[in-house]
């Protein structure tokens, strides 16, 4: 045991938490980081990285018609991605954000379709309710049968996406199919006085994102209901000692969850963005991206804000982008993989740091018994 | 393994070592040695570095720096198998055996042999436990076992597995004073046979009596090295505390009041049925410490629980003056105007949120108290500096979250909230637990000051020598069962013991 190799070993330690300062400054590099990753993958397509990301930025930013664009990409994106966060908070894994959208632009096309003469403001209203309340007893669902039975809400709520997803098939293809169609199974378009008011140029969807953004913000911070959901996100026994009523919370803030997606859902098909028709192809994803972007956003209002108006840029800008130097629709999705992966690999920078340490080591012997 | 008495090298030396959690020094520049055929007592507070330095030493941790010489020579642990190869072998606070498979089949389980089962296991395992005196039946299933029982299959396991070094974490925490000196004679067998034993404890009557040599640690740095023979208790404290102490808790006599719990016939089930609290009948009076002792795991987490609403009651009552608060949750408890406190064993994981900050905290249970939506963090952070400043909470600013403070922080917040609810019975569980001695004296003034306002004070413990000093009447639990009320003035540390261990017997006869 004499053996004195001189021999680095690693080990990874759990660092200090630093000023969130530096904590920007970090996620900014990583950003910055990332770009240069993505440039040379773009490097290896044979396109000048520099050419492209700048496309990537006015072409999503630099006319009026593409800020527009960019716009219909952020506004569900940070409504779906608030929704999300309301139930990541209590850590229940609400991954139904999909079917919860589709859901409420159902329901809202329900309200459209039944009371379709009515005046338009109440009308909007209308679809809203339904929505709120359709779409929120959807996702209330699987937050009854976790209580009730235990079930895993990550499995549920996912499976409840496939339920949305092909009821708006069956409605397609038979009491909402539009005879005026021609056989061509589709949905009638919305009434008009169902179609969201225009507010500076585009749907005033923007004007519900910046309130939402408000009071989700106080609900988390300042209300009795935000601080019950803290507290059984941290603990349940906690939150049962405390005399909270858990199942009722787990159910509330479900219902709360949903209904903030189901309402993304409903200003979706209303909105300017799918020309007020409902399709099975409506959410197309955006459920599953808030999920990323919740994360992304750390669960705060602020930083969901942000990372909806990267993730629409990025997705925006490439699809200019590609076109212009004619790649595949892919090169955003990876773009964007490559950004997700850089910005988790420096929380993991942020949370631990690795040591190195030169030591008189037996590793060499060890070797030998080993073998 | 040949062991050589006259050898002159050491078992183990440490030299420099240090070890860091982030900016928590755990181990500071520590040096310690051991000898074969001697046993090292490692004394200090909780918090100390005690487990940390020994985990290193297990291959659990990797020290940040430093030299450990085993036998002589500079190795590096990297893996509990490095250790294992070294003959380092430790005993944990919490066992590792498989509960459904006999002794015999823990002890050889991993371990030298061929892809089968040994037929003649049980008879080497018979040999080998009658070599160093144990008393272990090879054929009896873990589960069946006691807790001491148990613990003598984990060091029957190192043994087996060729160690030479042994390490016990708090070995004695778990047993009976009886067990206790079973434990100490078969440590003493195997000092002789030449085994180098490191025993972690915070007990200073049990370094007097077992040890030949202390390491003191005192936060993070090895303080001394003393001979036992060549010290006293009262040296030891000083050293491992810093500063001089005295050592007695003053019980205050005041006057027994009214009947204000009453606990009558309560049975519980766990969730596989099991009984876990039998027909269990007790009184709290105003103004007493009624402790409650006993093996741990013998129903106190759930008696606690059960008073507070948070356990499924069977059968019986519980009543609260002459209320019947059975099957009530602590909702509705609370609202029937009942300010009952309860300080569970569990502080991070029941008592508080331990992602959130002390002010948020300090309103658990009266965030509800305020009308409207709004919570009022306002009042919550005039009590969290009320807390920290009175129970002198170590910690950044209120709005630090509480996983982030040491464990006697994080209890004095839970106790500073609990007792500024002004209650009429407080229930503690292992209200002491990891707190250094300090905190625990400023723990058991708050609890005595409680008691001179009336309050009842039910006190699961689990350190005798405290409990006699510190309560009135001492409950003991065993198996579930009350096997004795006793008056803490007249009774013996010996006696609870029995008390303690009577019903095992018991138990053990009704299920052959």
Partial sequence: ?371 | MTIDNTNTNYAIELKGICKSFGTVKANDNIDLTVRFGEILALLGENGSGKTTLMNMLSGIYHPDGGSIYVDGNEVSIQSPEDAKRLGIGMVHQHFKLVDVMTAADNITLGGKGGLFVKKDRFKEIKELSEKYSFELDPEKLVMNMSVSEKQTVEILKLMYNGARILILDEPTAVLTPQETEKLFDILRNMKKEGCAIIIITHKLNEVMSISDRVTILHKGKSVQTVNTAETNPNELTELMVGHPMQLSIRRVECEKGENILHVHNLTLENSDGAEVIKKLSFDLYEGEILGVAGVAGSGQKELCEAIAGLYPIKKGAVLYRDMNIEGKTPREIIDLGISMSFIPEDRLGMGLAASLDIVDNMMLKTYRDKKGIFVDRVTAEELANKVVEELEVKTPDVHTPVRQLSGGNVQKVLLGREIAADPSVIITAYAVRGLDINSSYTIYDALNEQKERGVGVLFIGEDLDVMLELCDRIMVLCHGQCSGIVEAKETTKEYLGLLMTASVTEGENDEQ
């Fill in chain 1, 1 to 371: 045991m004499n053996n004195k190799n001189k021999k680095i070993s690693i080990h990874i330690a759990k660092r200090p938490p630093l000023p969130a300062k530096t904590v920007t400054l970090l996620y900014i590099f990583a950003i910055f980081l990332a770009l240069c990753f993505g440039g040379i993958f773009i490097l290896c397509l044979g396109v000048n990285p520099f050419k492209f990301f700048a496309k990537v930025f006015t072409g999503s930013l630099q006319s009026k018609l593409a800020r527009v664009a960019l716009m219909r990409i952020i506004m569900p994106l940070f409504i779906t991605s608030i929704g999300v966060s309301v139930a990541f908070k209590m850590k229940f894994w609400n991954t139904g954000a999909e079917g919860q959208f589709i859901m409420g632009a159902v329901f809202a096309c329900w309200a459209a379709f039944t009371f379709e003469n009515l005046p338009q403001p109440i009308m909007l209203l209308l679809m809203a309710v339904s929505a709120i309340i359709g779409g929120g007893l959807f996702g209330m669902v699987t937050a009854f049968f976790k209580c009730k039975f235990g079930t895993n809400e990550t499995l549920l709520t996912l499976m409840f996406n496939y339920i949305a997803l092909y009821i708006v098939q069956l409605l397609r293809d038979g009491i909402w199919r539009d005879p005026a169609a021609g056989g061509f199974p589709k949905i009638a378009q919305l009434p008009e006085n169902a179609w969201v008011y225009q507010l500076g140029g585009i749907d005033m969807t923007w004007v519900i994102c910046i309130i939402l953004y408000i009071i989700a913000n106080i609900y988390f911070s300042k209300t009795k209901q935000g601080y019950e959901i803290s507290v059984v996100g941290d603990s349940q026994n906690t939150a049962r000692y405390a005399g909270m009523d858990v199942n009722k919370i787990v159910m509330r803030t479900m219902f709360i969850s949903s209904a903030i997606c189901a309402l993304a859902g409903m200003f979706q098909v209303a909105g300017d963005g799918t020309s007020h028709t409902l399709t099975t192809g409506i959410a197309s994803g955006i459920g599953f991206t808030a999920i990323t972007v919740a994360w992304l956003g750390k669960l705060n209002p602020t930083g969901i804000m942000a990372v909806s108006v990267l993730f629409g840029i990025l997705e925006k800008g490439c699809g200019v982008a590609k076109s212009t130097f004619n790649l595949s629709p892919a090169v955003a999705d990876i773009l964007q993989g490559i950004i997700l992966f850089v910005i988790l690999g420096f929380d993991f920078v942020i949370t631990y740091k690795i040591v190195f340490d030169k030591k008189n080591a037996n590793a060499e012997e060890k070797k030998g018994e080993n073998a």
